[in-house]
């Protein structure tokens, strides 16, 4: 997560250093005032346009991905559910099998006081 944060600061530093290069070029460009207002409000319109269709995309992208992982997600709770179904139904299978050994033993050990007590 780190890394993207450092690339992050990275690109908005540098798009920051074109921007403001661009700008002074503009503004020490041998032309009028007239011309070099037109010339940085067409590419302030152009760099408008480039940004919302990137952030269009980027909400598109955030879009897919949190739907996909939301199915992920759901399927992942759904296979844990079935997992916990299948080991309680193993769980009580075990001890009604235990408990009929324990209720077998208790009689065995019950009929064989009483026998050698007649």
Known sequence: MSDRDEFGAFMIGFLVGALTGAV????????????????????????????SETADKVSSDLETRSVEYRQKAEELAGKARSNVEELSKKGQAVLEEQKAKITSAVQSATKGKEETAI
């Open 24 to 51: 002074v070029s503009l503004l020490f460009a041998p032309q009028s005032g007239e011309e070099t207002r037109v010339i940085i409000k067409e590419r302030a319109i152009e760099l408008g346009d480039r940004v």
